[in-house]
Nanobody, 119 residues
Framework: QVQLVESGGGLVQAGGSLRLSCATSGHTFRLYTMGWFRQAPGKAREYVGGISWSVGVPYYADSVKGRFTISGDNAKNTVYLQMNSLKPEDTAVYYC????????????WGQGTQVTVSS
């Protein structure tokens, strides 16, 4: 497993932008498939998007496609989720996760960061 630490959440008006960061302590994130998830109050956890760095093609949920972008910075061992054109329904706690076991399961999770979009 790998330690993941998210940051960058906050309060933003609808139509605004935020960039979330996920730092992978001591490990290069490009060894893993990385994903972003979110969970709104009273709702199940939702897959937002992810990327297998060996393939290099990110995948996004339909609800965020065209608005959210996943990228990474090797030097900082950090993965980013750029969120544009935010909507109130994007309000949730956002988590980054990593697949480290090679079995296709996300087995390392960050603590989450709150994103609130006001209308």
């Amino acid at each position: 497993q790998v330690q993941l630490v998210e940051s960058g959440g906050g309060l933003v008006q609808a139509g605004g932008s935020l960039r979330l960061s996920c730092a992978t302590s001591g490990h290069t994130f490009r060894l893993y498939t990385m994903g972003w998830f979110r969970q709104a109050p009273g709702k199940a956890r939702e897959y937002v998007g992810g990327i297998s760095w060996s393939v290099g093609v990110p995948y996004y949920a339909d609800s965020v496609k065209g608005r959210f972008t996943i990228s990474g910075d090797n030097a900082k061992n950090t993965v980013y989720l750029q969120m544009n054109s935010l909507k109130p329904e994007d309000t949730a706690v956002y988590y980054c996760a990593a697949q480290t076991g090679g079995d296709g399961e996300y087995d390392s999770w960050g603590q989450g960061t709150q994103v609130t979009v006001s209308s």
